[in-house]
Nanobody, 117 residues
Framework: QVKLVESGGGLVQPGGSLTLSCSAS????????MGWYRQFPGDQRELVAD???????TYADSVKGRFTISRDDAKSTIYLQMNSLKPEDTAKYLC???????????WGQGTQVTVSL
């Protein structure tokens, strides 16, 4: 089994920064895409950022220029550097990792990010 664990969420003021981490453990060969979704109240879910194994990144329009995704495959970890945070970034952030062999998506439990004064 594969387990993903996020960390780094919390309360931050508008304009502030946070870095989220997501580490994978368990039995796997390699992950193709890894990335982050966020879930708003009411269960609406939005893709925030995705990075392929080759290092190609995709971002939601709402976070372009403010968020940066990176991955360290040696550590089986992905990161999301979030700058210039806005109240509308408040959400639960969930990481995912797609198995290169099965194309199955593994998910973490999520970490809450709250942007408020």
């Amino acid at each position: 089994q594969v387990k993903l664990v996020e960390s780094g969420g919390g309360l931050v003021q508008p304009g502030g920064s946070l870095t989220l981490s997501c580490s994978a453990s368990g039995n796997y060969f390699r992950f193709d895409d890894m990335g982050w979704y966020r879930q708003f109240p009411g269960d609406q879910r939005e893709l925030v950022a995705d990075m392929t194994y080759a290092g190609s990144a995709t971002y939601a329009d709402s976070v372009k220029g403010r968020f940066t995704i990176s991955r360290d495959d040696a550590k089986s970890t992905i990161y999301l550097q979030m700058n210039s945070l806005k109240p509308e970034d408040t959400a639960k952030y969930l990481c995912y990792a797609r198995s290169s062999r099965t194309q199955f998506d593994f998910w973490g439990q999520g970490t809450q990010v709250t942007v408020s004064l």
